[in-house]
């Protein structure tokens, strides 16, 4: 057996093995959905649950690391027809982005919003990290762009955003305060012709089995 006094040391090892398992897991993830990206497949769906399940998914994680998440979702929102699977996706990558913002920070904090709009829905995720610089800003959705050191990423977490919410014909904006933190904010459509929620996309879906 392993050392009564060594117990602390093989503990630490055994957390970086698995810090490093999950950052691969996710450099292989966003290849994947970079590589395969595909016409979405149109389903209806509730963003707020969409929500809901991506951050059970991490919320012990980052709560490990003293990263708060608050959940701010409407109470009604308009259902989408959307591909779940890729929103989720969207979902995790901002999320992950924010949380990777505030590494370090003794009392970093995600928020995450819904809310409807006139024609559509939107997600927010804000963080209180140190921000994007101006210049920075206008590169942060281009494939392989990134601020991290050599080996913590490929750059393609947001490119893969960006691509997700472009095929689902929405929208994806940035706002940024340098020293104060970020806001990643995703419109998505309840029925547009360049999304799975246009004409063909219901149609397809109200088809009997």
Known sequence: GIPAERLPEFRKY?????????????????????????????AEADLNKIVDTTLSLVDHKLRLINIEIEKNLAGRLPTLVCDAPQIQQ???NLVLNAAEALTGKPKGKVIVRTYPVSDGVVLEVEDNGEG??????????????????EGKGVGLGLAVVYGIVKSHGGDVEVTSTPKVGTVFRVTL?????????GKQGISELKQPA
């Open 14 to 42: 055994l957390s970086q093995v698995a810090a490093e398992t999950s950052r691969a897991g996710r450099i292989v993830t966003d290849l994947l959905a970079f590589s395969r990206r595909s016409k979405p497949a149109a």
């Open 90 to 92: 969207v979902v995790l």
């Open 132 to 149: 994007i610089s101006r210049e920075n800003l206008s590169k942060i959705f281009d494939p392989f762009f990134t601020t991290k050191e």
């Open 189 to 197: 459509p309840l029925v547009s012709d360049e999304s799975p929620a």
